[in-house]
């Protein structure tokens, strides 16, 4: 606490919950509206949530940006389900949606931390409909209606997937071509 350089580091790092306290060393808190160390300024908080900062970005269609942004965020909230889904779905689109297996993942993981995340679970089932995995969609759609019963898209989505039974049938026949 010596170094003033040092010291305004810690105090810009305490004002936003992350410095550490070590031994008997005390935190330099405001006291009174006064600073326990008037040589230091008070560092102004940030104004943008990375997370409204990554979701305008998507909005964008900046997925690259929001990608990295969510990334460097997930440090320092690992177990967020609104940072993972999100993170999630960035990866899926700014990999030109070729990274399935990593956006799963992620989503999988947000809706393990909170199993009634609707964003999270919405995500997983958008994230279905375009690898046109009809399968998972049904299922994934079906799980989000039970949760979120208001979500029109979601019941017009599954409403337009083929019923279970043409695609199983079509699928029988192809393999009853194919029998010698």
């Known amino acids: 606490f010596s ?19 070590t031994g008997r060393i005390q935190a330099a ?24 900062q990554a979701r305008a970005l998507m909005d964008k269609g900046d997925w690259a940006r929001a990608t990295a942004v969510l990334r460097s965020l997930r440090v320092g909230r690992p177990s967020d389900p609104d940072v993972l889904s999100e993170l999630g779905f960035a990866v899926w689109k700014a990999s030109a949606e070729t990274e399935r297996a990593e956006a799963e993942e992620f989503l999988m993981l947000a809706a393990t931390f909170d199993a009634r995340h ?3 679970r919405e995500l997983l089932a958008r994230l279905a409909l375009d690898a046109r995995d009809i399968e998972a969609a049904r299922e994934r759609l079906t799980g989000l209606l039970r949760l979120a019963p208001e979500l ?3 019941r017009q989505e599954l409403d337009a997937l083929p019923a279970p039974e043409d695609a199983k049938s079509s699928g029988d026949i192809r393999l009853a071509f194919w029998k010698k």
């Open 3 to 21: 170094d003033p350089a040092r010291r305004q580091e810690y105090d810009r790092r305490l004002s936003r919950g992350h410095a550490p306290l």
């Open 29 to 52: 808190r405001e006291v009174g509206g006064h600073r326990t160390n008037p040589g230091v300024a008070p560092v102004a908080e940030a104004t943008v949530d990375p997370l409204q």
């Open 118 to 120: 609707v964003r999270a």
């Open 152 to 154: 029109r898209w979601a």
